[in-house]
């Protein structure tokens, strides 16, 4: 594997005393990645014991890749263990709103929803044949209920010392209390483009990059895991921040 270290911002952010952290953005379905990284964490875990670790999950679980059922089973299993925070992806909040609006359905088959269907055993779907209504109906009788369940209780980000973990971004100009969830979820260009330092050092997915991408104000750790086989595990503790 792989290790990227960052160029450290000026002011380096700071984790309290005690605390690792361990972070994964974008699995999108790909839970022959997931698990080889969460064996990654426990080996850490048990290697170096740190009082306080947590996992945190940055939205963007489903769609994509091969297996959406398998990622959300491995997730509600860990979410047991009592030390994760699962934040909301774009994905999770467009599923929701294609199951209250079906005239959303072909969009959501264009990123990447068709795969999410066939991994819970539903065929294709064929528009020509088959009406949204009734392919949405049969998935949400066929998904589990934790699984809508855990779909409805993610978070929209979570602060922990210096850090601010996100799935997309935020708004430059506003105040993190204030940012709204459609930027929390679907912000580009304009955080991508700021080096505006937002009171937090934000940590991030959502817009794909080869590698861990640190900078003095962000770093994103979305290396396109259903495309490039690459999911990104990222630790910090105290002011060290490594991506594997």
């Excluded at 839970?31 to 426990?42: F, G, S």
């Excluded at 700021?194 to 962000?218: C, M, Q, W």
């Amino acid at each position: 594997m792989s290790r990227t270290r960052p160029r450290l911002p000026v002011h380096k952010p700071q984790l309290p005393e005690g605390v690792r952290i361990y972070a994964i953005s974008d699995i999108h379905g790909c839970a022959h990645l997931l698990q080889p990284m969460l064996r990654v964490i426990d080996a850490d875990v048990a290697r170096s014991r740190p009082p306080y670790a947590i996992e945190i999950f940055m939205g963007d679980y489903i769609d994509r890749g091969p297996d959406t059922r398998a990622t959300l089973d491995i997730l509600i299993e860990r979410s047991r263990r009592g030390n994760a925070v699962f934040l909301k992806g774009n994905h999770e909040a467009f599923l929701v709103k294609v199951f209250e609006d079906p005239s959303l359905f072909e969009d959501w088959l264009r990123v990447g929803g068709a795969q999410t269907l066939m991994s819970y055993g539903l065929a294709p779907p064929d528009l020509t044949r088959d009406e949204p209504e009734t392919i949405l109906r049969n998935l949400m009788r066929v998904m589990p209920m934790e699984h809508l369940q855990f779909l409805d209780n993610l978070r929209l980000s979570f602060t922990c010392g210096d850090f601010f973990f996100v799935h997309a971004g935020v708004r430059p100009g506003v105040p993190l209390a204030e940012q709204r969830e459609r930027d929390l979820l679907w912000i580009r260009d304009e955080f991508l483009r700021s080096d505006e330092r937002f009171g937090k050092y934000i940590v991030h997915g959502h817009t794909p990059v080869r590698n861990a991408e640190f900078l003095e104000n962000r770093v994103n750790i979305d290396t396109g895991a259903y495309a490039t086989g690459n999911l990104t595990l990222m630790s910090i503790q105290g002011s060290r921040m490594l991506a594997v």
